[in-house]
């Protein structure tokens, strides 16, 4: 099963083990990260907001057009910022590692 690696704000590690087809805004809530998901995952909010390692953008594919309205609206937005919730997790996926914005 694949992992997906949270970094938060302090430098500590979160490897978290999910099921193929679960979002990394799913993992980092059910995990008590701190990514809300407010809205469930239906691109109207920007708290599940998490930074992609930049070894793993370009893997997690490019965001659409509403991610990158909803993104704006995100603190401490990055070149490598991405909407957890449109980042479905996969045996390819395997090892992603995002960091989880301070102002989360």
């Known amino acids: ?17 999910v099921e193929p087809g679960t979002t990394v805004m799913e993992a980092g809530r059910d995990a008590g990260l701190g ?3 407010t809205c ?3 691109l109207s909010c920007a708290t599940c907001h998490v930074i992609v390692d930049k070894d793993w953008f370009g893997k997690t594919g490019a965001p659409g057009e509403d991610e ?3 993104l704006d609206l995100a603190f401490g937005l990055t070149e490598t910022s991405r909407l ?8 390819r996926l395997d090892g992603l590692r995002v ?3 301070e102002d989360m």
């Not at 099963?1 to 083990?17: A, L, N, Q």
Request: glycine share 14%.
């Open 40 to 42: 469930g995952g239906c």
């Open 84 to 91: 957890g919730c449109q980042i479905e997790m996969s045996e």
């Open 1 to 17: 099963m694949p992992h997906v690696i949270f970094i938060e704000p302090d430098g500590s590690e979160h490897d978290v083990t």
């Open 99 to 101: 960091a989880i914005p």
């Open 68 to 70: 990158i309205d909803m």
């Open 35 to 37: 990514i809300e998901g």
